[in-house]
């Protein structure tokens, strides 16, 4: 089965940081793009952050400045580092991998930030 892993989620304070990680279902060289996204209580999920093959990356204007998004080649992982977190971050945040017009899933990692 095709499907990215999540690790990392977690309870922390307002202001403190996670680090989340994504453990490709395969060679990062093979998907299009991987990303993070993320789906609150009562909200549809939403776009957090994409890096391209050629490392292009893409932010939601609600975590620049706060979130990265890298990618290790080697052991075929993708990262987030969430800095400066905030309660509103609250969400299940979970991994895409896109090949072409098919997009691949994790089971997603809770994320929970207490003000």
């Known amino acids: 089965q095709v499907q990215p892993v999540e690790s990392g989620g977690g309870l922390v304070q307002a202001g403190g940081s996670l680090r989340l990680s994504c453990a490709s279902p395969?060679?990062?060289?093979?998907?299009?793009?991987m990303g993070w996204y993320r789906q609150a209580p009562g909200k549809q999920r939403e776009l957090v952050a994409v890096?391209?093959?050629?490392?292009?990356?893409t932010y939601a204007d609600s975590v620049k400045g706060r979130f990265t998004i890298s990618r290790d080649n080697v052991k075929n992982t993708v990262y987030l580092q969430m800095n400066s977190l905030k309660s509103e971050d609250t969400a299940v945040y979970y991994c895409n991998a896109k090949r072409g017009s098919s997009d691949y899933w994790g089971r997603g990692t809770q994320v929970t930030v207490s003000s």
């Open positions: 890096i391209s093959t050629l490392g292009t990356t």
């Open positions: 395969g060679r990062l060289s093979s998907f299009n793009a």
